[in-house]
């Protein structure tokens, strides 16, 4: 499980750490769970995993998520993020 903090509609698409904590911008607009899949999809290119390892737990509707990454254990997805 990963807690993300998500900005939709940004310029770029990008993975990043503020603060300690992880922040994914995707240009998608948060309508019909477009932003969720591009969340989703960003994780996974991101992190080397397949996209149907990575789901959005919580937060469906929240800037901020509970994402979870089948495959990976926490201390592998913090060491790829750069936590």
């Known amino acids: 499980m990963l ?13 990043t750490v503020r603060d300690g904590r992880v922040l994914v911008r995707v240009t998608a ?3 019909d769970g477009k932003a969720n899949a591009a969340v989703c999809a960003l994780l996974a290119k991101s992190l080397s995993v397949p996209k149907g ?3 959005v737990q919580r937060g469906a509707t929240s800037r901020d998520k509970v994402v979870s990454i089948d495959g990976m254990d926490e201390r592998e997805v913090k060491r790829c993020l750069g936590l």
């Open 53 to 55: 390892a990575v789901r």
């Open 3 to 15: 807690e993300v903090r998500v900005q939709p509609r940004a310029n770029r698409n990008e993975v």
């Open 29 to 31: 607009a948060p309508a």
